[in-house]
């Protein structure tokens, strides 16, 4: 799976997205392409030099490293996606001087960062030397932006268009004024045009052999533009950078939603802000049940569980205030959004639909993490019990790391259960604690009663419970 | 007196509006390029429609095409750059784009010709002058195209000129008072610096400065929604400003309240104005006065007595009714070639 595929996930990648500061089109579509890390070679490689890079762009920096930042990233900014011109290059068509200009100036662009990151000293991250292109595309040696045949490139071009500019041409005398007296000019035109085509032939022959190198290096200027996001995204979200779980157990500390945390920013009135309680867990591969008030926070525990994850296996920061996560081989979100008109199916239908995906890859021996979030929470208490037992007992001893939501009293000691602490003294406490006490919390009526509803409601409600115990 | 190409000299932009397709602007470019110093003096050409083919699109009649001479900047769409003739450097791949694709600038290496489609919304062009400043041009000259006034924009250009013929009216009498009314227009006056800087930054709605000198919302997002005001406009009020276009609805709406007399209306500047002659007299009838708050500098109106359909006005006779009623300098260029 690519990032691209979960940015419409209910986890809330788009936000991180839309808060990356990425200065490039290239970076973001680069980004978009981006597989889940899988490999721990390349986790390790990833997060290395993000550390390295967030230490030198944040850690104390000098006036002229926060420079060389600011200089990179309006490089970047010019930075342009010539993969389409770059790919013809590769196949063998004969550039225009537009392609020409293109490929300059990513060259002179990638040599003039290249510079830039030797003053960063971000180590583990190396641009390629284009300097033999620039050196084909510039024969004057100018090193300066722009591009047409030069005269350099050829001594009988040099020799017409010096002959030219002496018979100086004037569009102005009119078409006939010029044919009448300038049959030289006319031939001498063509002589230049027929060069010009010969050269362009020969420039994009020369280049041909540079494509592979060039794509490249339009790669690794997006990923220097990703690199560079993903630092200051750790820096303004208050990120930490996670460590890998060595034995399947993934722990958070001081787990955050950073969507959650800037709504509560932007909402604050009166300069009273709402405070994120943090959350802290921790799981193996097991299955896990999540109950607790409603309101009491359990949803997001789940998306901010497959956010860290996707933001762990795509390289970023995680927000939390420690982690050390397990690597997966995919990550399941059954989180429902709105139902999917479109595909037929209702809501139940659809939910069952993607909790068998996940049964299948588990069953399949696939390490992966599942959120599910109420499954069965739209048919009756008896069968949606018996659902969601039977989904913590299939999967329980499985490679996955199952976690779910639920309001059904699911007896056994098959699965851990951790549980919000839930209203105390008409507050929500949102904190999780492990529990063994199979019975669901019974808060609903005190929730609904908080959100000052009809209060007869309420209190018929609170009397039929009573009656019904007797 | 200072002479055409002198007056076009004192300002840093220029934008050469046709009133009509054939009415003499490429002519009119032509000449101002011809002429305007080459020596440590620069010039950044572009347009906002398609200019320079040889042959009128519509009515396939010959057109001159556009001579740029060595030196000069010019910007267009990367697909006419990829069929010039002219020999140029290209200097740049714009953010800017066209129907035609990506707009790009290149400078002239040896005087041709070029085809030449810039820009095409007033936005787009603001940020080309803008950003031909880093060449140190010393004028960008906007070609604007066939009904698009709004190049004219005091916001794209400091100067202006208009060619109008008759391509425009084959009437000499229409023509004449039609350009007139245009002239008008372009010459409003501009309000005091102090209203100026209370509009400036509204680009929509409707809005008053009562006797007292308060600032009133009329809650309307333009003069279009003009019926939604339910109170009479000009009650209590002396200044009226139209943050978008002036339409005529809304002046007949101001015509028909009893204190039309002495009211100003503004508008940002003349390209704003989308009102009928007619409606426009009756108000200054009224005692109403239109003014704007920016406006650019009217340096002269070229004629072409001549249209594609085949009538030929008098030039003489053209130029002279044409300078009786604009106080700026009329020109036939192509008939007098030595006015500069």
Request: hydrophobic share 40%; with cysteine; charged share 25%.
């Amino acid at each position: 799976m690519i990032f691209r595929d979960y940015i419409d996930s209910p986890c809330g990648l788009r936000f991180i997205l839309d808060q990356l500061q990425l200065m490039s089109s290239c970076g973001r579509k680069r980004l978009l392409s981006k597989e889940l890390i899988t490999s721990e070679d390349e986790r390790e490689k990833c997060y290395s030099q993000l550390k390295e890079t967030f230490k030198t762009l944040y850690g104390n920096p000098s006036p002229q490293i926060s420079a060389t930042l600011a200089s990179v990233k309006h490089k970047l900014m010019c930075l342009r996606d010539i993969e389409g011109t770059l790919l013809r290059l590769k196949g063998k068509v004969v550039l225009d001087d537009i392609d020409l200009f293109e490929i300059k100036y990513l060259a002179l662009l990638n040599n003039a960062v290249r510079e830039d990151i030797r003053i960063l000293n971000i180590s583990g991250f190396e641009l390629n030397d284009l300097e033999d292109v620039v050196s084909i595309l510039d024969p004057d040696g100018v090193k300066a932006e722009g591009f047409y045949v030069y005269d350099a490139y050829s001594k009988e071009l040099a020799n017409i268009r010096k002959e030219l500019k002496g018979l100086k041409i004037s569009a102005s005398k009119g078409m006939a004024e010029v044919s009448a007296t300038s049959d030289r000019e006319l031939e001498l035109l063509g002589k230049e045009k027929l060069l010009e085509v010969q050269i362009r032939e020969e420039l994009s022959d020369k280049l041909r052999a540079y494509s592979t190198l060039l794509l490249d290096s339009l790669n690794t200027l997006s990923d220097l533009d990703i690199l560079l996001a993903k630092s200051l995204m750790i820096k303004s979200l208050g990120f930490c950078f996670p460590k890998v779980s060595s034995d399947g157990t993934t722990i958070y500390k001081g787990m955050f939603h950073p969507y959650i945390v800037y709504l509560y920013r932007e909402n604050a009135s009166g300069g009273k802000e709402k405070e994120f309680t943090p959350i802290d867990i921790d799981f193996s591969l097991e299955s896990i049940s999540i109950i607790g008030a409603n309101m009491g926070g359990k949803t997001v525990v789940l998306k901010m569980l497959a956010l860290n994850q996707l933001l762990f296996q795509f390289g970023f920061g995680v927000a939390a205030h420690s982690a050390t996560i397990d690597i997966k081989e995919g990550v399941e979100i059954c989180i429902e959004k709105q139902e999917d008109m479109t595909s037929g199916y209702s809501s139940f239908a659809s939910e069952v639909k993607s909790i068998d995906k996940v049964i299948q890859r588990a069953l399949a021996g696939e390490r992966i993490l599942a959120v599910v979030d109420e499954p069965a929470r739209t048919t009756n208490p008896i069968e949606g019990t018996a659902l969601v037992g039977a989904l913590l007992n299939i999967l329980k001893q499985r490679n996955i790391s199952l976690i779910l939501t639920t309001h059904y009293n699911v007896k056994g000691n098959y699965f851990r259960r951790f549980r919000v602490n839930g209203l105390k003294d008409g507050k929500m406490d949102y904190m999780l604690k492990e529990t063994t006490e199979e019975d669901v919390p019974h808060e609903a009526i005190n929730v609904a009663r908080s959100l000052d509803v009809n209060k007869e409601w309420i209190e018929l409600a609170q009397r039929e419970l009573g009656n019904n115990k007797k | 007196m200072n002479s055409f190409i002198g007056e076009i000299k004192k300002y840093n932009s220029l934008s050469i509006v046709g009133l009509e397709k054939n009415t003499g602007k490429t002519v009119c470019l032509n000449y101002i390029l011809d002429r305007l110093p080459s020596d440590n003096y620069s010039v950044a050409v572009t347009s906002i429609g398609i200019d320079g083919e040889s042959k009128d699109a519509v009515t396939s009649t010959a057109k001159p095409e556009i001579v740029l001479k060595e030196g000069t900047y010019f910007s267009t769409s990367e697909a006419f750059y990829s069929r010039k003739s002219v020999l140029s450097e290209l200097k740049e791949i714009t953010s800017e784009s066209s129907s035609l694709g990506r707009i790009v600038t290149a400078k002239v290496l040896r005087e041709g010709k070029v085809l030449l489609s810039g820009p095409s919304s007033s936005q787009g062009l603001s940020r080309w002058v803008d950003g031909m400043k880093k060449y140190n041009v010393n004028l960008t000259i906007v070609d604007g195209a066939l009904s698009r006034l709004s190049s004219a924009s005091p916001i794209i250009s400091e100067s202006l000129i208009l060619t109008t013929g008759a391509a425009y009216s084959s009437d000499m009498a229409t023509l004449v008072r039609r350009t007139k009314y245009i002239v008008e227009l372009v010459e409003l006056e501009k309000v005091e610096d102090s209203l100026i800087d209370r509009f400036i930054n509204k680009d929509r709605g409707v809005w008053g400065i009562g006797e007292d000198g308060s600032m009133i919302d009329f809650k309307v997002e333009s003069s279009l929604a003009v019926e939604k005001i339910k109170d009479d406009i000009t009650a209590g009020v002396r200044v009226v400003f139209v943050g978008g276009a002036l339409t005529d609805r809304f002046v007949d709406i101001l015509l028909s309240s009893k204190q039309c007399s002495g009211l100003v209306l503004v508008v940002k500047d003349f390209t704003k104005i989308f009102v009928n002659e007619l409606i426009y007299r009756s108000f200054i009838k009224r005692g109403g006065k239109l003014k704007v708050l920016q406006r650019s500098k009217l340096i002269a109106v070229c004629v072409n007595p001549v249209a594609p359909n085949g009538v030929v006005l008098s030039s003489e006779q053209l130029c002279k009714s044409l300078a009786e009623v604009v106080k700026v300098p009329v020109y036939d260029l192509v008939k007098n070639k030595n006015i500069a």
